[in-house]
């Protein structure tokens, strides 16, 4: 029998697609720049099944790669060298909350809104949040232990899994979702699985810490004259600003594009070359917040939004960069992170580095302020992709930080995984690699650099 006749069995005909024009969703990555190939796109419904097409595709030694909502930006999730593409979303169950411990289970497959309003439903919040929300799924963020910008508040995906289930590459099932706050019981496989990226295990079900949901909360976009001066904003904001949500940082020119490319309304009449978006639950007394906000030394033009409307338009100028900058053409994704001591000194530096190793290109830069992260993204970038990606990232390594802040490192970043990790580190990776997938049938070409 063929492999795709296998799967078939495996799954049911029906989610086992193979049409070029149906698969081509699921072979091209979220940035257009990353398209393969695949002899079958399935879609199991079950942790059964998803055991058994692993069963097939170890049988017969063709690697798998597993995509939840294909919004990865380190082309991870797309099968580059003809891998068989499981997409996890038809495992889409939420819940039921469970109120006692304010946590709930869900499917691999459901979105990150659909765990949201869930929690909601049930008087609860999810700590995380994303703009691909609608899109990003539960497994895909496990996988990729997604960041986003409630961070700083309540901490990345791994700080919100109590439990997990996934299938491993011999089809074994391990499943811990008991959601024990306390439970020291050994290896914390929950752990090892979160920003695995698909090459250690196929997660199937999550178990979720909830937050209580955010009373009063309120956004405010503070203007500064330079970068240096919002960063040194940001962090008399997490000093100042009680119980901080979020802390954005813009640059002018991504303001601008926002605003010129896709209609959405300029904050101030006039221009500033940085701007911190600031949220913070104030439990319905605004007056100290607005009062921390007016605080923040060199802040020449300040926002402060109370009424959800205004909220969501604030918002908006910082959710739809990334929109935006896609209009221009191929972008170069590369999110970093560095030491919030040197974070202006990086944000200015990278315009010129880049400009040096891809004559021509443009920089943007946006991300999350509380915690060092810069979203780089290039464009206009030519034939000089590799050269851009190692300049960023060289750069990034110079200022002692992180080649990938929450995206993790796919297949994109993995020739430089020796910037931000150790020969003896890689080496444990590889162990862990051959220990729990001895026959490389799981996601081979992410993370791991070639040997
Ligand atoms: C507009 C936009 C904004 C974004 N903002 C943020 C942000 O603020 N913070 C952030 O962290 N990320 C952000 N991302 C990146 C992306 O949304 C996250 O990486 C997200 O976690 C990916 O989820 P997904 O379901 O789309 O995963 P996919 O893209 O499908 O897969 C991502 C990786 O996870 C693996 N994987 C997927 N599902 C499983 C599974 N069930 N078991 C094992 N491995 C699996 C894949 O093999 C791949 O390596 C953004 C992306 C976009 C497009």
Redesign the pocket.
């Known amino acids: 029998m063929s492999l795709v006749d296998e799967l078939r069995d495996a799954v049911g005909g029906e989610h086992v697609l193979t049409d070029p024009d149906v698969v081509a969703g699921y072979v091209t990555d979220?940035t257009g720049r990353y398209a393969g190939h695949t002899p079958a796109v399935v879609r199991p419904a079950t942790t059964g099944e998803v055991a058994a097409v692993l069963a097939v595709c170890r049988g017969v030694r063709h690697p798998l790669?597993?995509?939840?909502?294909?919004?990865?930006?380190v082309a991870?999730?797309v099968p580059l060298a003809g891998e068989v593409v499981l997409s996890?979303r038809r495992l889409a169950t939420v819940g039921p909350v469970d109120l006692a411990a304010g946590q709930v289970t869900a499917a691999?497959g459901a979105s990150l809104a659909e765990v949201q309003r869930a929690a909601s439903a049930a008087g609860w919040a999810y700590g995380i949040d994303?703009?691909?929300r609608d899109?990003?799924?539960v497994?895909?963020?496990?996988?990729?232990n997604?960041?986003?910008?409630h961070v700083i508040r309540h901490g990345h995906t791994r700080a919100q899994l109590t439990g997990i289930e996934?299938v491993l590459a011999d089809g074994s099932v391990v499943r811990h979702l008991a959601g024990l706050d306390k439970d020291n019981t050994g290896y914390d496989l929950a752990g090892l699985l979160c920003g695995s990226?698909?090459t250690l295990?196929?997660?199937?079900a999550a178990r979720l810490r909830l937050v209580a949901a955010p009373v009063a909360p309120v956004a405010a976009l503070a203007a500064f004259d330079d970068v240096a001066t919002a960063v040194a904003a940001a962090a008399t904001a997490r000093r100042s600003v009680a119980s901080l949500q979020a802390l954005e940082l813009l640059l002018d020119d991504g303001v601008e594009l926002v605003a010129g490319e896709l209609g959405v309304r300029r904050p101030f009449a006039a221009r500033h070359a940085a701007y911190l978006l600031v949220e913070a639950e104030t439990g319905g007394s605004i007056a100290a917040f607005a009062g921390a906000i007016d605080g923040l030394a060199g802040a020449v033009d300040v926002a402060v939004a109370d009424d959800p409307e205004r909220r969501r338009a604030l918002w908006l100028v910082r959710d739809r960069h990334?929109?935006a900058i896609a209009l221009l053409g191929p972008v170069l994704k590369l999110d970093v992170a560095v030491p919030l001591s040197v974070l202006g000194d990086f944000v200015d530096a990278l315009p010129g580095v880049v400009e040096g190793a891809a004559p021509g290109a443009r920089t943007w830069r946006f991300g999350h302020a509380g915690d060092g992260n810069v979203h780089v993204n290039v464009t206009g970038f030519g034939d000089r992709a590799e050269a851009a990606t190692e300049a960023v990232l060289s750069l990034t390594a110079q200022h002692g930080g992180s080649i990938s802040a929450?995206?993790?490192i796919?297949t994109l970043k993995r020739r430089w995984l020796h910037l931000s990790r150790t020969p003896e580190e890689i080496a444990a990776f590889r162990s862990l690699k051959r220990a729990l997938d001895p026959d490389g049938i799981l996601?081979p070409n992410?993370l791991l650099p070639p040997e």
């Open positions: 979220w790669v597993p995509q939840g909502g294909n919004t990865g930006l991870g999730g996890l691999s994303l703009s691909a899109s990003a799924t497994g895909g963020m496990v996988a990729t997604a960041g986003g910008v996934a990226e698909g295990g196929v997660i199937t990334a929109e929450e995206h993790g796919g996601n992410a």
